[in-house]
Nanobody, 122 residues
Framework: VQLQASGGGLVQAGGSLRLSCAAS????????MGWFRQAPGLEREFVGL????????QYADSVKGRFTTSRNNAKNTVYLQMNSLKTEDTAVYLC????????????????WGQGTLVTVSS
């Protein structure tokens, strides 16, 4: 599975961005797509996930109510809509593919994209 994340950039606090993650290759082997982020000097952090078959989602408490993930099965693409952005949301955002039982632990994910940088200015 190859994953390509895009859509990052610079935005002011309170603004919005939408990230995309296009999957190619053996996509049918993945059951869910996760979003993670990593800020400089910090550990990788779970943001949210969406399951391909049902569209069910899970979110980290830090983004719940502000971020929404969705998918387009026909395009093998998932999205992360980020609203009400805060400076603490600044990080490299990565998408990842999970097979089987999927949750917020990065160790459950088999394939990772290269990440896209989101910078939120005050």
């Amino acid at each position: 599975v190859q994953l390509q994340a895009s859509g990052g950039g610079l935005v002011q606090a309170g603004g919005s961005l939408r990230l995309s993650c296009a999957a190619s290759g053996r996509t049918f082997s993945s059951d869910a797509m996760g979003w993670f982020r990593q800020a400089p000097g910090l550990e990788r952090e779970f943001v949210g996930l969406i399951r391909w078959s049902t569209g069910s989602t899970q979110y980290a408490d830090s983004v719940k109510g502000r971020f929404t993930t969705s998918r387009n099965n026909a395009k093998n693409t998932v999205y992360l809509q980020m609203n009400s952005l805060k400076t603490e949301d600044t990080a490299v955002y990565l998408c990842a593919a999970c097979r089987g039982w999927c949750a917020g632990s990065s160790s459950l994910y088999d394939y990772w994209g290269q990440g896209t940088l989101v910078t939120v200015s005050s």
